[in-house]
């Protein structure tokens, strides 16, 4: 059974657009919801995360939105930029021990 | 200095074979995984150790077993390997058990012939 459900599996954008990549969750035990970017041939890297007691949280161009009564995450890529281009990744996490990922988001920004 | 580092990169071999994967990780962690990252990219844990104990262990065929040696480096060992292996397999650590960052190795592309 899938803990985290991740949309769309692929977008593509244009330079300076929004990307915007869903996740929702069942598990309210889930405390921690982290997103990676892994580039092709590197391994995920941790972009950015939340905790489920703020509803929003930003770093430079990368924002998640997290919507606790939905069970939903987002995020969120402002003026996106071709180096932005790679797969990105929702997971999720009760107390730092297991992580279940989302299926990722192949994303593609075109010049 | 790479922070996860796993050997070797790609690695191809024949089905019914053994094979082994290393990890070592340089950031004085205490947990390890591994992750199989299959052809749709699906992510998925299969085991954990934590100060070299066998945390979880995901449903996963015996025939993978992980070994540490230590704290810094967290091995995988593969007998009679499947065509159904073929993936790529990915080291982490984090700092802790309860520690919520994760540091990815660049992974080992196998492939079973």
């Known amino acids: 059974q899938q803990q985290v459900k991740q949309s769309p599996q692929s977008l593509i954008v244009q330079k300076g657009g929004i990307s915007i990549i869903n996740c929702a969750y069942e598990n309210t035990a889930f405390d921690y919801f982290p997103w990676y970017q892994q580039f092709p041939g590197k391994g995920p890297a941790l972009l950015i995360a939340i905790r489920p007691d703020v509803s929003e949280k930003k770093e430079g161009r990368f924002t998640i939105s997290f919507n606790k009564s939905a069970k939903q995450f987002s995020l969120h890529i402002m003026d996106s930029q071709p180096g932005d281009s790679a797969t990105y990744f929702c997971?999720?996490?009760?107390?730092?021990?297991?992580?279940?990922f989302g299926t990722g988001t192949s994303l593609t920004v075109i010049p | 200095d790479t922070a996860v580092s796993q050997t070797p990169k790609y690695l191809v071999t024949q089905m019914g074979n053994d094979k082994s994967i290393k990890c070592e990780q340089n950031l004085g962690h205490d947990t390890m995984y591994w992750y199989k990252q299959d052809s749709k990219k699906f992510l998925k844990i299969m085991f954990s150790?934590?100060?070299?104990?066998?945390?979880i262990n995901e449903t996963v065929p015996n025939r993978f077993s992980p070994k540490s040696p230590d704290k810094a480096h967290l091995n995988l060992h593969i007998n009679s390997l499947e065509l159904g292996d073929s993936a790529v397999y990915f080291c982490?650590?984090?700092?802790?058990?309860?520690?919520?960052?994760?540091?990815f190795g660049p992974g080992t592309r196998l492939t079973v012939t």
């Open positions: 982490a650590s984090s700092q802790g058990w309860l520690s919520y960052e994760q540091y």
């Open positions: 997971a999720a996490s009760s107390e730092g021990n297991q992580f279940y």
């Open positions: 150790y934590n100060n070299k104990e066998l945390i």
